[in-house]
């Protein structure tokens, strides 16, 4: 079954006067196992689809299913709870904060939710073990490159193991070395069973993607799938 199921997604915002369209009516369906690039022009509403298929913002109308559930049926403490566990966001400027450190980055998901600071630091140091940078964990983000940062970014979005992963432009701000190695950290989630979405202008992501979702002017235009999943990787 799906891991993100999108149903007739709909989402206007209203500044003033003003209405944008930003999603009208789409639906999808997305397998563990896949990476899925979401492209299209700068505006087309990928950052609102995907906002809303990570629980980020309540679509007008429609359905979004994570992991079975009907994200934004479940309230309060289930809400918060099911798209901690089952959704991890990474952002294309990778939202680091610049007076944390990289370990205190990552843990703060964890700290927040309750945990003890030792079993987050030992949780984050894990996370950071699995995207190559244990080494660097007490470095600030001014310290660190772009790719390192990014990984930091991803480390943050798997601290809780969740099997969907949303990327926002992941590689927008990193030279193509840090690209691959981007992409080769979001190739391990889908191989381990999770699912990847990624919002993305860069042709190095849609050729390593088994999907490739055209959006534009709010709509799904086009899907294009290979005959068998993994075999674009
Ligand atoms: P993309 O990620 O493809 O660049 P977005 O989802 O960011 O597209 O934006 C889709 C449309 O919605 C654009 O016209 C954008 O200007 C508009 N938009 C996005 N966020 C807001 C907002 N918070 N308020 C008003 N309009 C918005
Ligand atoms: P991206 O480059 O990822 O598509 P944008 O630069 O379009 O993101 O938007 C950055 C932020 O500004 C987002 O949180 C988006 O919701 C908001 N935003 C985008 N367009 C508008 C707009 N026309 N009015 C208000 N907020 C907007």
């Not at 709870?81 to 370990?103: I, K």
């Not at 772009?146 to 990193?174: H, K, M, N």
């Not at 990624?198 to 086009?222: I, K, S």
């Amino acid at each position: 079954s799906p891991l993100l199921k999108l149903d007739s997604v709909r989402k206007t915002y209203t500044s003033g006067s003003v209405e944008v369209h930003a999603v009208h009516h789409v639906s999808l369906s997305v397998m563990p196992g896949e990476l899925v690039a979401l492209m299209g022009p700068s505006g087309c509403g990928k950052s609102t689809l995907l906002s809303i298929s990570g629980g980020l913002l309540r679509p007008d109308s429609g359905t979004v299913t994570v992991g079975g559930l009907s994200l934004y049926d479940l309230v309060g403490a289930r809400f918060h709870e099911h798209r901690r566990r089952s959704v991890g966001f990474v952002f294309q400027d990778f939202n680091l904060m610049r007076t944390l450190t990289a370990v205190e980055n990552v843990m703060l998901v964890d700290e927040l939710d309750g945990m003890s600071r030792k079993q987050a630091r030992q949780r984050a140091l894990a996370a950071l073990r699995s995207v190559g940078l244990d080494g660097v964990a007490d470095r600030y983000p001014s310290e660190l490159s772009g790719g390192q940062q990014q990984r930091v970014a991803i480390a943050r979005a798997l601290t809780g193991c969740p099997r969907l992963v949303l990327a926002d432009e992941p590689t927008g701000a990193l030279d193509s070395t840090n690209t691959r190695s981007v992409l080769g950290l979001l190739a391990e989630i889908v191989a381990a069973g999770g699912a990847c979405v990624v919002a993305t202008h860069d042709p190095e992501v849609a050729a390593a993607a088994h999907r490739v979702v055209q959006m534009l002017d709010g709509a799904l235009t086009e899907d294009a799938r290979p005959a068998v999943v993994g075999e674009a990787l």
